[in-house]
């Protein structure tokens, strides 16, 4: 078993950044892939970025250049630092990880941006 805890979010104006955090607990051993997603309102989940035990990252093509994925691999502590956000940037942001043939999930996190 694994457990996900996202933090970070929040409301921002446009322009502006936002860091979030996933601490990742359990059985964590056998981690593979980690990545953040994220829910628009009314819409079904969408990736956002991932990246892999070796280090290789994807973007979305809406985030890449002002999003930037990295993870800590001793502690097991995903992270998503977001510049320059929109206001189509906001949704749900959850944390997901991959081990095995099993796939979790974080609670998800609220990240608002104004204008």
């Known amino acids: 078993q694994v457990q996900l805890v996202e933090s970070g979010g929040g409301l921002v104006q446009a322009g502006g950044s936002l860091r979030l955090s996933c601490v990742a607990s359990?059985?964590?051993?056998?981690?593979?892939?980690m990545g953040w997603y994220r829910q628009l309102p009314g819409k079904q989940h969408e990736l956002v970025a991932t990246i892999t035990s070796s280090g290789s990252t994807n973007y979305a093509d809406s985030v890449e250049g002002r999003f930037t994925i990295s993870r800590d691999y001793t502690r097991t502590t995903l992270y998503l630092q977001m510049h320059d956000l929109r206001p189509e940037d906001t949704a749900v942001y959850y944390c997901?990880?991959?081990?095995?043939?099993?796939?979790?999930w974080g609670q998800g996190t609220q990240v608002t941006v104004s204008s």
């Open positions: 997901n990880a991959v081990s095995g043939y099993e796939t979790y």
């Open positions: 359990g059985n964590i051993g056998s981690i593979d892939v």
